[in-house]
T-cell receptor
Framework: AQSVTQLDSQVPVFEEAPVELRCNYS??????LFWYVQYPNQGLQLLLK??????LVKGINGFEAEFNKSQTSFHLRKPSVHISDTAEYFC???????????????FGKGTKLSVKP | EAQVTQNPRYLITVTGKKLTVTCSQN?????MSWYRQDPGLGLRQIYY???????DKGDVPEGYKVSRKEKRNFPLILESPSPNQTSLYFC???????????FGPGTRLTVT
């Protein structure tokens, strides 16, 4: 079974500073990885995903993430954040469909990014 | 517009009064799922459906029921709600279980 750990529950940062939100996963099979964002009082929206290929994945709103198989990590980064990036960010994993598993999405507990002026 | 809709968006009810939260998607997705979101716990899956008439339990199914009679609809039923089911509920759909999921706007349920 997979699991996802988001190492920081809250990350405060000043506007225009870089940010990294950390995500580690555990799985005995190949995985697909996702980052979702939830703005206040809204549903979840996909930021980016890794299915295969290049380990550096670019998403919407200037975010990117790097898949590191040896470290089982999928950290999310942005070089310069804006006030509007204030939201909760969720890392999620599903297995890549091998071995007859169901492949359901497992979410981390979320990281609240707070961007201050 | 491709979307997942949920109704109602907000609901306050009393313990034991049966309720249904509807979920509908217009993307012809095979896979649908229900989650609940609680502070500090992230999203936890309640039930999912791989296809019409195929449903299965997620991580926290106790106290909930679902049905999938049509591809587009996946209602969540609380037959006897209790205060510990007070939560924010999300419905999601996907082409299949392995890919990105599209989420509805959420239903905030309060059980008193």
């Amino acid at each position: 079974a997979q699991s996802v750990t988001q190492l920081d529950s809250q990350v405060p940062v000043f506007e225009e500073a870089p940010v990294e939100l950390r995500c580690n996963y555990s799985s005995s099979v190949s995985v697909y990885l996702f980052w979702y964002v939830q703005y206040p009082n809204q549903g979840l929206q996909l930021l980016l995903k890794y299915l295969s290929g290049s380990t550096l994945v670019k998403g919407i709103n200037g975010f990117e993430a790097e898949f590191n198989k040896s470290q089982t990590s999928f950290h999310l980064r942005k070089p310069s954040v804006h006030i509007s990036d204030t939201a909760e960010y969720f890392c999620a994993v599903s297995d890549a469909g091998y071995g007859g598993s169901q492949g359901n999405l497992i979410f981390g507990k979320g990281t609240k990014l707070s961007v201050k002026p | 517009e491709a979307q997942v809709t949920q109704n109602p968006r907000y609901l306050i009810t009393v313990t034991g009064k049966k309720l249904t939260v509807t979920c509908s998607q217009n993307m012809n997705h095979e896979y649908m799922s229900w989650y609940r979101q609680d502070p500090g716990l992230g999203l936890r899956q309640i039930y999912y459906s791989m296809n019409v008439e195929v449903t299965d339990k997620g991580d926290v199914p106790e106290g909930y029921k679902v049905s999938r009679k049509e591809k587009r609809n996946f209602p969540l039923i609380l037959e006897s709600p209790s205060p510990n089911q007070t939560s924010l509920y999300f419905c999601a759909s996907s082409l299949d279980a392995y890919y990105e999921q599209y989420f509805g706007p959420g239903t905030r349920l309060t059980v008193t």
